[in-house]
């Protein structure tokens, strides 16, 4: 087990991929996780930002690739 002394000691880049890692294993069985409700709310106030041409959609790789930019 991972202890908060081992995490702080890690690269970023270490934490991130550690991340990615625990959110690989925690959506395999995203079936049984239910969304909270303002998530539903969230997600139809995206889809109308999106209509309007406010917002743009950006495919999960590049998303990633640029939060990584902007957080290095």
Known sequence: MTTTIQIERMSREEKLQTMETIWADLSKDDASVESPV????VLKETEAKI????E???DWTTAKRDLRKRFE
């Open 38 to 41: 303002w998530h539903h709310d």
């Open 51 to 54: 209509a309007a041409g406010q």
């Open 56 to 58: 743009q959609i950006a």
